[in-house]
């Protein structure tokens, strides 16, 4: 029988090795003034993301970041696949393009001679500045001559057509603001753009409410955790391993996304709470399971030691756990394959934390609860012998 319980130390040093390098990026982050550590996406800093793609399929996206920088706004430019390019800048004052308002039709006013002038301008006509307007008859029953039959235009008529914009594929491009100068530069030097996928763009004060609730959601679902496990098992110490298992969980994610974010770049969104808020469920289940376990096996084998009936209880429930998250694990390798980079850091996120979340349970919660039981232990055992010594003085 492989003796999880024994090894316990060796797990834990296992884990510590994967949290400390995260943590250590995680604290990059303030130093560097985020430049490392972690990176947030529009939806936590405000910003605007763009993804264009320019008749020209040549165009790099070092090429657009130096369009950007002439204009003196920071972007960061990638392709993502079809020719697009994705560019994105923390500049929150760029607001999204709206559709240019089509003018009015500009109606000219019509001079409509008097009968009095009409009969004083003989064969000259009074003419209107509209081209369809035509003169009053005169008293004498001599019709005026009409304008439109002049030799001479009228001015709405001679005006030369406005020329249309190129036609874009998808949204309608920005022209105003910042980043219609941008487009506007882009297009003067890269040739038009072909098409828009999407442009979208989100305000500072909307950024920090959703930071503010991603903390409230977490910090919520983990009270909620520890009080209900608490009530449960009737085992206070079961609802604390269960919530250190979490936490240990939520590092060794963050962390990576943190190392992840220096090295190469990756951003975390909104879909990242969500994902954390599965993690941390999926954690909970498989801790659970194998807390019941050992509820269970304290009645049955209430002569053995207690680290015992743990190691039994984490090999009982072992085949079930890996078996439910490598089923999950298979189904979020497909997706993070196939599934496109719309969803990447949502699916990565879940399955780096269902691969920690199912560690955890087994190699940290439990073998923490019997830490903390044999050191309640031995602290009673040095109480019973304190009181014995003191019993025994007091009877000599």
Same mark, same amino acid.
């Given at each position: 029988?492989?003796?999880?319980?024994?090894?316990?130390?060796? @797990?834990?040093?296992?884990?510590?090795?994967?949290?400390?390098?995260? #943590?250590?990026?995680?604290?990059?982050? %303030?130093?560097?003034?985020?430049?490392?550590?972690?990176?947030?996406? +529009?939806?936590?800093? $405000?910003?605007?993301?763009?993804?264009?793609?320019?008749?020209?399929?040549?165009?790099? %996206?070092?090429?657009?970041?130096?369009?950007?920088?002439?204009?003196?706004?920071?972007?960061?430019?990638?392709?993502?696949?079809?020719?697009?390019? &994705?560019?994105?800048?923390?500049?929150?004052?760029?607001?999204?393009?709206?559709?240019?308002?089509?003018?009015?039709?500009?109606?000219?006013?019509?001079?409509?001679?008097?009968?009095?002038?009409?009969?004083?301008?003989?064969?000259?006509?009074?003419?209107? %500045?509209?081209?369809?307007?035509?003169?009053?008859?005169?008293?004498?029953?001599?019709?005026?001559?009409?304008?439109?039959?002049?030799?001479?235009?009228? %001015?709405?008529?001679?005006?030369?057509?406005?020329?249309?914009?190129?036609?874009?594929?998808?949204?309608?491009?920005?022209?105003?603001?910042?980043?219609?100068?941008?487009?506007?530069?882009?297009?003067?030097?890269?040739?038009?753009?072909?098409?828009?996928?999407?442009?979208?763009?989100?305000?500072?004060?909307?950024?920090?409410?959703?930071?503010?609730?991603?903390?409230?959601? +977490?910090?919520?679902?983990?009270?909620?955790?520890?009080?209900?496990?608490?009530?449960?098992?009737?085992? @206070?110490?079961?609802?604390?391993?269960?919530?250190?298992? #979490?936490?240990?969980?939520? #590092?060794?994610? =963050?962390?990576?996304?943190?190392?992840?974010?220096?090295?190469?770049?990756?951003?975390?969104?909104?879909?990242?709470?969500?994902?954390?808020?599965?993690?941390? $469920?999926?954690? =909970?289940?498989?801790?659970?399971?194998?807390?019941?376990?050992?509820?269970?096996?304290?009645?049955?084998?209430?002569?053995?030691?207690?680290?015992?009936? =743990?190691?039994?209880?984490?090999?009982?429930?072992?085949?079930?756990?890996?078996?439910?998250?490598?089923?999950?694990?298979?189904?979020?390798?497909?997706?993070?394959?196939?599934?496109? &980079?719309?969803?990447?850091? @949502?699916?990565?996120?879940?399955?780096?934390?269902?691969?920690?979340?199912?560690?955890?349970?087994?190699?940290?919660?439990?073998?923490?609860? =019997?830490?903390?039981?044999?050191? &309640?232990?031995?602290?009673?055992?040095?109480?019973? &012998?304190?009181?014995?010594?003191?019993?025994?003085?007091?009877?000599?």
């Amino acid at each position: 029988m492989f003796d999880i319980i024994g090894k316990r130390n060796w @797990f834990f040093a296992f884990s510590l090795a994967i949290t400390i390098p995260g #943590l250590i990026f995680l604290m990059m982050g %303030p130093v560097t003034g985020g430049k490392a550590g972690l990176q947030f996406a +529009i939806d936590f800093t $405000g910003g605007t993301v763009w993804s264009i793609k320019f008749k020209d399929a040549s165009i790099t %996206p070092e090429q657009v970041k130096s369009v950007f920088a002439a204009n003196a706004m920071e972007a960061s430019v990638a392709t993502i696949g079809n020719g697009f390019l &994705e560019i994105r800048t923390r500049e929150a004052t760029l607001a999204g393009a709206q559709p240019t308002p089509t003018a009015p039709p500009t109606v000219a006013p019509s001079v409509t001679a008097s009968p009095k002038a009409s009969a004083s301008a003989g064969a000259s006509a009074s003419v209107a %500045p509209s081209a369809s307007a035509s003169a009053a008859p005169s008293p004498s029953g001599s019709p005026a001559p009409s304008a439109s039959a002049g030799p001479s235009a009228s %001015p709405v008529a001679s005006a030369a057509p406005t020329p249309s914009p190129t036609p874009v594929i998808g949204a309608v491009l920005p022209s105003t603001g910042k980043l219609g100068d941008v487009r506007r530069a882009l297009e003067a030097k890269f040739g038009p753009i072909a098409e828009q996928e999407s442009l979208s763009s989100v305000g500072a004060v909307v950024s920090s409410d959703l930071i503010t609730q991603a903390l409230i959601l +977490i910090l919520v679902g983990a009270i909620g955790i520890l009080l209900w496990i608490t009530y449960r098992f009737r085992d @206070f110490k079961m609802g604390v391993c269960a919530l250190v298992a #979490l936490l240990h969980d939520i #590092l060794v994610v =963050v962390g990576i996304f943190a190392i992840l974010g220096t090295l190469i770049g990756m951003q975390i969104d909104s879909l990242f709470v969500t994902a954390m808020l599965t993690v941390i $469920g999926f954690s =909970v289940h498989d801790t659970i399971v194998v807390f019941d376990r050992v509820r269970e096996n304290r009645s049955r084998h209430a002569g053995e030691s207690f680290e015992a009936i =743990v190691n039994h209880s984490i090999l009982q429930t072992f085949g079930r756990s890996i078996t439910t998250s490598l089923t999950v694990v298979i189904t979020l390798l497909a997706l993070l394959l196939f599934a496109g &980079e719309a969803i990447g850091t @949502f699916v990565l996120a879940l399955l780096l934390g269902i691969i920690s979340g199912t560690y955890s349970s087994i190699f940290n919660a439990s073998p923490l609860l =019997v830490v903390w039981h044999n050191r &309640e232990a031995r602290q009673r055992q040095r109480e019973l &012998e304190l009181s014995a010594r003191s019993g025994r003085r007091a009877a000599s």
